[in-house]
């Protein structure tokens, strides 16, 4: 890196070897300068869901440059933006009817806390409380942070953030905690929403809850007229084993974001999906009322078509079927982590397989990780455990041996870093 202006994300330049540089992606791989191929297994923190450069995808992209570049999107429309807003509201949980674009995750989840706040004060019974599930994450801006876990990440920024109510993250047989402590809050009439990360809270920990916890949230959230906001930025598309998240649970927000897997990964794009009740709140002749909210690159036509290649390649190909052979690829290597006392909380959702490396010094910064990414590294795999949580997120095309060359590197990692329990 000497030499380079470049600052990388979540990244300590100080300790962190020279990076290689990438110089094309294909299917479940990175090609560095050196033609070495490294094995995806997080498909690019998320966001590749069939693989890397789906033809049919980079095909769109290729296609729409040729008449569009950014739009204005007030004053104008595009044939992309409508096309995907009617194929996300036809796939969509019902009730979702409008949707909103923007760029990113974090922004698709700034959007959503604006629409449920401005719900409120535009139906004129304001409310000032937002809820959160302990461990939560939802991006790195400051209302996001504000709405995540509290932590070293954000410690510099803590005077800024605003108080959110935090519901204890639903451990295995103290559900009902969970659920009293959004009641007692739902209690104040001052809850506008509860944010949650469905069945599963990503960079927390890859922690799994039940879907029946997410069913019950939402019925006391309704209890309360407190909206629902889901964010599906990781669990959209595929992820745990439904297109949804939620559709497991059998609920329907009442706002939903999605953006990584929203193009297949190729181009970044967001949506903030929401019920008629919320765009309606919006919806006046008294210009006060107006969602004062863009982003410059809203709605970008060219990611767009690549959305709208994503949704022709879920109808077209046998995606589903993937998920489910790459589900129970990992329940079978799984099994053999089990009962391994190196490793502890052995579990999965769909695609995503987690497990946590018994080590002395447990958590996100534990010098484990840092270890453990090197030690895959050297391996032809990019895997990035988050502290001594290692998971696999590949894309669904990922290759049988590959797989199996990932979980062999996993189980010779804790031969080599694992203390034992302490
Ligand atoms: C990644 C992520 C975000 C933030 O998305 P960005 O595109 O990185 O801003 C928000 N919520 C969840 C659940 C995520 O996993």
């Known amino acids: 890196m000497s030499g380079s202006p470049v600052w990388h994300p979540f990244t300590q330049h100080a300790l962190e070897p020279a990076m290689k540089r990438i110089v094309r992606t294909e299917d479940a ?63 969509a949980p019902a009730g ?26 535009n139906i004129g019974a304001p409310r000032s409380r937002v809820s959160v599930m302990e461990h939560s994450y939802h991006g790195d801006t400051i209302g996001t942070m504000s709405v995540g876990e509290r932590g070293v990440f954000n410690a510099a920024y803590e005077p800024f953030l605003f108080a959110v109510d935090r519901l204890p993250f639903p451990e295995a047989g103290r559900e009902q905690q969970t659920l009293d402590a959004f009641e007692a809050f739902c209690a104040s009439g001052q809850v506008a929403a509860l944010i949650v990360e469905p069945l599963i809270l990503g960079a927390g920990g890859m922690k799994i809850y039940p879907a029946v916890v997410l ?90 078509a690549a959305a709208v290649a994503n949704l022709a390649v879920w109808k077209a190909e046998p995606v589903g079927g993937r998920i489910e052979s790459l589900a129970a690829k990992h329940r079978h290597h799984l099994q053999r982590f089990g009962a391994d006392p190196r490793f502890a909380n052995v579990r999965q959702t769909g695609t995503i397989a987690a497990l946590d490396l018994c080590v002395p010094a447990e958590g996100y910064l534990s010098e484990v990780g840092p270890r453990l990414r090197a030690f895959f590294r050297e391996r032809r795999l990019l895997i990035r455990p988050l502290g001594n ?22 189980d010779a990692a804790a031969a080599a870093f694992s203390g034992g329990r302490l």
């Not at 949707?99 to 706040?117: H, I």
Request: glycine fraction near 6%; include cysteine; charged fraction near 20%.
């Open 389 to 410: 949580v290692i998971y696999l997120m590949p894309p669904y095309c990922v290759a049988d041996a590959d797989l199996d060359r990932a979980y062999e590197a996993i």
């Open 215 to 304: 069913a019950e949230l939402k019925r006391i959230a309704e209890r309360h007229g407190t909206l629902l906001i889901a964010d599906e930025v990781m669990t959209g598309w595929g992820r745990t084993g439904t297109l949804f998240a939620c559709e497991q649970a059998g609920i329907a927000p009442d706002i939903l974001c999605t953006s990584k897997g929203l193009t297949g990964g190729a181009l970044p794009l967001a949506a903030t999906l929401c019920t008629a009740e919320i765009f309606d709140a919006h919806l006046s002749t008294d210009r006060c009322r107006t969602f004062f909210h863009s982003s410059s690159y809203t709605a970008n036509p060219i990611a767009c």
């Open 29 to 91: 791989y990175l090609i560095d300068e050196d033609g070495t191929r490294i094995l995806d297994a997080i498909s690019s923190w998320w966001v590749i869901t069939h693989g890397h450069r789906h033809p049919a995808i980079m095909e769109a992209i290729r296609r729409a440059a040729e008449s569009y570049d950014q739009v204005i999107f007030a004053e104008y429309t595009h044939a992309p933006a409508e096309e995907l807003a009617r194929g996300l509201i036809e796939i």
């Open 96 to 121: 979702l009817e409008h949707v909103f674009y923007s760029d990113s995750g974090s922004t698709a989840v700034e959007v959503a806390l604006k629409m449920a706040l401005g719900y409120f004060h």
